[in-house]
């Protein structure tokens, strides 16, 4: 009876002890569930936030897309309205559209020349004004200097003088206005003349020798956009309207005011020219605008000129006179002159040689033929300046 008792006991304490048991289960089952839940709403928060982060970086940058096409579309209208001004349409440019990237539309102010445009793109509007430089210039606009170099500049030790000071078209001096000999837009790998053979002077100081007075050289600010033989003359980069002058051939004759636009089809060096190009006599100088474009040629000039001569590299042959300027084109342009000058034989009859000369003058170039759409063209609009852009984007989400 006794040991049933005590066995009664134990099976109660067994019970009683895995009640216990089960009882701490469930309250740690229950902190674990608790804890878990904790864990998977943190979770929840933390993606919930990421998408929501996402989701506003993607609007955004929709926003900024937007914006940027509507201020590109905005540039389009200023140059269409450009282009529309040049052939003389001062009306306004209507709404219209650029394929699926949005419209533009553009005004004209002929009282204070300017343009004023939209863009819009989505719900983005960008609003651009610029100021313009209406009406024919007088010289071309990338003919800075006797000699003007659109990039950098290598004069070599031979004879020749350039002088920026004005010269009529005789080519005497005269206190008309007054610019730099040599004008280029690159320091390095420019050299300019050297010893005593090149003079060069400008901006009311007579050519010398090296060293040479730094008013009579200029370094340009920026190596801009007139490069190219278009932008030189004022022209939009897109227009063919010098394609009527081009030729693969040099000029025969010496031009009589006229445009002509050689292109070499050969290469060639300093001492093995492509062409030499007959550019008139003292009786009866050459005039125009005479263009030789291609990068690697090289060409010899002789003869008087009175205009603008345009070429990549030069060769400027003794008792040669250009009155006007003369730019050059390459990212490195190279001139040369005769390395001797002849002293006079009396025996041969032969008078002596004088170095080449370039002689600044507003006068012959602002007596140059009138280009289509160039900037002696009475119908002449160049952008001068950004006056204002507005941003009308909508607002940012």
Same mark, same amino acid.
């Given at each position: 009876?006794?040991?049933?008792?005590?066995?009664?006991?134990?099976?109660?304490?067994?019970?009683?002890?895995?009640?216990?048991?089960?009882?701490?289960?469930?309250?740690?089952?229950? =902190?674990?569930?608790?804890?878990?839940?904790?864990?998977?709403?943190?979770?929840?928060?933390?993606?919930?936030?990421?998408?929501?982060?996402?989701?506003?970086?993607?609007?955004?940058?929709?926003?900024?897309?937007?914006?940027?096409?509507? =201020?590109?579309?905005?540039?389009? &209208?200023?140059?269409?309205?450009?282009?529309?001004?040049?052939?003389?349409?001062?009306?306004?440019?209507?709404?219209?559209?650029?394929?699926?990237?949005?419209?533009?539309?553009?005004?004209?102010?002929?009282?204070?020349?300017?343009?004023?445009?939209?863009?819009?793109?989505?719900?983005?509007?960008?609003?651009?004004?610029?100021?313009?430089?209406?009406?024919?210039?007088?010289?071309?606009? #990338?003919?800075?200097?006797?000699?003007?170099?659109?990039?950098?500049?290598?004069?070599?030790?031979?004879?020749?003088?350039?002088?920026?000071?004005?010269?009529?078209?005789? #080519?005497?001096?005269?206190?008309?206005?007054?610019?730099?000999?040599?004008?280029?837009?690159?320091?390095?790998?420019?050299t300019i003349g050297g010893g005593t053979n090149v003079k060069?002077?400008?901006?009311?100081?007579?050519?010398?020798?090296?060293?040479?007075?730094?008013?009579?050289?200029?370094?340009?600010?920026?190596?801009?956009?007139?490069?190219?033989?278009? &932008?030189?003359?004022?022209?939009?980069?897109?227009?063919?309207?010098?394609?009527?002058?081009?030729?693969?051939?040099?000029? #025969?004759?010496?031009?009589?005011?006229?445009?002509?636009?050689?292109?070499?089809?050969?290469?060639?060096?300093?001492?093995?020219?492509?062409?030499?190009?007959?550019?008139?006599?003292?009786?009866?100088?050459?005039?125009?605008?005479?263009?030789?474009?291609?990068?690697?040629?090289?060409?010899?000039?002789?003869?008087?000129?009175?205009?603008?001569?345009?070429?990549?590299?030069?060769?400027?042959?003794?008792?040669?006179?250009?009155?006007?300027?003369?730019?050059?084109?390459?990212?490195?342009?190279?001139?040369?002159?005769?390395?001797?000058?002849?002293?006079?034989?009396?025996?041969?009859? &032969?008078?002596?040689?004088?170095?080449?000369?370039? !002689?600044?003058?507003?006068?012959?170039?602002?007596?140059?033929?009138?280009?289509?759409?160039?900037?002696?063209?009475?119908?002449?609009? !160049?952008? !001068?300046?950004?006056?204002?852009?507005?941003?009308?984007?909508?607002?940012?989400?």
């Open positions: 009876m006794l040991h049933f008792k005590k066995l009664e006991n134990k099976t109660m304490k067994k019970r009683q002890n895995k009640q216990k048991t089960l009882k701490r289960l469930g309250n740690e089952g229950g =902190f674990a569930l608790i804890w878990t839940l904790l864990i998977c709403l943190l979770l929840f928060g933390l993606m919930t936030g990421f998408y929501s982060v996402t989701i506003n970086d993607s609007k955004l940058s929709a926003v900024d897309t937007a914006n940027t096409q509507a =201020f590109y579309l905005a540039e389009s &209208a200023i140059d269409q309205k450009l282009a529309e001004l040049r052939l003389g349409n001062t009306d306004p440019l209507l709404e219209t559209a650029l394929g699926t990237m949005g419209t533009f539309e553009a005004v004209y102010d002929a009282d204070n020349h300017t343009i004023t445009a939209s863009g819009t793109s989505g719900d983005a509007t960008r609003t651009a004004t610029v100021i313009l430089e209406t009406g024919a210039l007088s010289t071309p606009p #990338g003919a800075e200097a006797a000699l003007t170099a659109k990039g950098r500049l290598s004069i070599q030790d031979s004879y020749m003088t350039v002088d920026g000071n004005d010269h009529d078209l005789n #080519g005497d001096d005269t206190s008309g206005t007054e610019m730099p000999g040599v004008a280029y837009y690159y320091t390095s790998s420019t060069i002077g400008g901006n009311n100081s007579v050519p010398i020798a090296s060293p040479y007075n730094p008013v009579s050289i200029e370094l340009l600010p920026n190596a801009n956009d007139q490069i190219s033989v278009n &932008a030189i003359l004022g022209l939009p980069e897109d227009s063919h309207a010098l394609d009527i002058y081009q030729s693969t051939s040099p000029p #025969g004759a010496p031009l009589n005011n006229e445009i002509y636009y050689y292109t070499p089809t050969a290469t060639g060096s300093a001492a093995s020219v492509v062409s030499t190009i007959n550019l008139g006599t003292a009786a009866n100088p050459g005039s125009g605008i005479l263009i030789v474009s291609r990068s690697n040629s090289w060409v010899q000039f002789t003869g008087y000129f009175r205009g603008l001569i345009m070429a990549h590299n030069a060769v400027f042959a003794a008792n040669t006179q250009i009155v006007g300027g003369v730019v050059l084109m390459n990212s490195t342009s190279t001139v040369y002159g005769p390395s001797s000058i002849a002293a006079a034989d009396p025996e041969a009859a &032969a008078p002596s040689e004088t170095e080449p000369v370039i !002689k600044y003058s507003s006068e012959a170039l602002s007596m140059l033929p009138t280009i289509t759409g160039g900037y002696n063209d009475p119908n002449y609009v !160049k952008l !001068k300046h950004w006056a204002d852009t507005t941003n009308n984007a909508a607002p940012r989400v």
